[in-house]
């Protein structure tokens, strides 16, 4: 019986080596090796803002970690249903306490090494939550973003680049951005909670009625993305969809010459909403 447990307990040592020394190693990999040359995590987007690769990294420190300890756990698994199953007619199970040293080794080593992994993770989520929702870099430029049921309302600064002032241009479900340039938002609601997500930016925020919330973003590469509502607000729900727009400095400038200061403008899609609308009740012209 002594000889089992030495056995035993010799077995467990040397799968506590293996199991540490092989997640050290996976880590390692993950992050030199695999987690760089991937644009993007569970998405097939691009990575448009400055702080989209922190948060498809922590996907993917999470998705390593817990992928790793799922594919040690069914090995050991499968293992122990192979090594202790019934060889012969007569043989009887044996009755396991589970209070034994050497068979507690078997649990708690491997909480252990969670409660480790389990660390730096959390030290992986804070780090990334400061980095995005505390720490927010001066602003460049400020707009103001409205939900409302079903429809983003946007006002960006005027040629004087100051939100407030006479020359704001107001559009709905359009928004237009400079590239390399850090924007503060000013996130309300007009009457239900919404969310105000761009999945190319990795941001989701809710907006809440009766308050400002105050969020930031830099984009980073130019091109047209898509805004979406993350959160049930209604019947039209699904349809509350607006249109990003990310230019050049350049290319904002002359959007900037084409529109009149002050304006006040539907997107394309407002546009034909409205104009069914209008057909369906012509008397409400």
Not at 42 to 49: E, G, H, I, T, V
């Given at each position: 019986?002594?000889?089992?447990?030495?056995?035993?307990?010799?077995?467990?040592?040397?799968?506590?080596?293996?199991?540490?020394?092989?997640?050290?190693?996976?880590?390692?990999?993950?992050?030199?090796?695999?987690?760089?040359?991937?644009?993007?995590?569970?998405?097939?987007?691009?990575?448009?803002?400055?702080?989209?690769?922190?948060?498809?990294?922590?996907?993917?420190?999470?998705?390593?970690?817990?992928?790793?300890?799922?594919?040690?756990?069914?090995?050991?698994?499968?293992?122990?249903?192979?090594?202790?199953?019934?060889?012969?007619?007569?043989?009887?199970?044996?009755?396991?306490?589970?209070?034994?040293?050497?068979?507690?080794?078997?649990?708690?080593?491997?909480?252990?090494?969670?409660?480790?992994?389990?660390?730096?993770?959390?030290?992986?989520?804070?780090?990334?939550?400061?980095?995005?929702?505390?720490?927010?870099?001066?602003?460049?430029?400020?707009?103001?973003?409205?939900?409302?049921?079903?429809?983003?309302?946007?006002?960006?600064?005027?040629?004087?680049?100051?939100?407030?002032?006479?020359?704001?241009?107001?559009?709905?479900?359009?928004?237009?951005?400079?590239?390399?340039?850090?924007?503060?938002?000013k996130l309300e609601s007009k009457d239900v909670l919404h969310s105000?997500?761009?999945?190319?930016?990795?941001?989701?925020?809710?907006?809440?009625?009766?308050?400002?919330?105050?969020?930031?973003?830099?984009?980073?590469?130019?091109?047209?993305?898509?805004?979406?509502?993350a959160e049930m607000c209604g019947a039209g729900h699904g349809l509350?969809?607006?249109?990003?727009y990310v230019h050049s400095p350049k290319s904002y400038e002359r959007?900037?010459?084409?529109?009149?200061?002050?304006?006040?403008?539907?997107?394309?899609?407002?546009?034909?909403?409205?104009?069914?609308?209008?057909?369906?009740?012509?008397?409400?012209?």
């Amino acid at each position: 019986m002594n000889k089992d447990k030495d056995s035993s307990s010799a077995t467990s040592h040397v799968l506590f080596v293996v199991t540490a020394t092989t997640c050290v190693l996976f880590a390692i990999s993950a992050f030199y090796f695999i987690l760089p040359n991937r644009e993007t995590w569970m998405m097939d987007l691009p990575q448009a803002s400055s702080y989209a690769g922190h948060i498809d990294g922590l996907f993917g420190l999470i998705t390593f970690l817990v992928g790793f300890w799922f594919i040690v756990s069914e090995a050991v698994f499968f293992y122990l249903i192979f090594r202790f199953r019934r060889k012969t007619p007569d043989q009887k199970a044996e009755y396991v306490t589970g209070e034994e040293p050497h068979q507690k080794r078997w649990v708690t080593i491997p909480h252990i090494l969670v409660i480790i992994c389990d660390i730096v993770l959390i030290f992986g989520t804070v780090y990334v939550w400061y980095k995005v929702k505390q720490d927010l870099p001066p602003a460049q430029a400020t707009i103001r973003v409205v939900g409302q049921q079903w429809a983003w309302t946007f006002e960006h600064p005027g040629p004087d680049g100051k939100l407030g002032s006479e020359d704001d241009i107001t559009l709905v479900d359009e928004l237009h951005l400079k590239a390399n340039t850090v924007y503060h938002f000013k996130l309300e609601s007009k009457d239900v909670l919404h969310s105000f997500s761009i999945p190319a930016f990795r941001i989701k925020q809710d907006s809440v009625p009766g308050r400002t919330i105050t969020g930031w973003f830099e984009a980073i590469k130019e091109g047209e993305y898509d805004i979406q509502c993350a959160e049930m607000c209604g019947a039209g729900h699904g349809l509350m969809k607006s249109d990003l727009y990310v230019h050049s400095p350049k290319s904002y400038e002359r959007w900037l010459k084409q529109i009149s200061p002050g304006e006040q403008a539907l997107a394309p899609r407002e546009q034909e909403n409205q104009i069914a609308l209008n057909r369906r009740n012509p008397g409400k012209r």
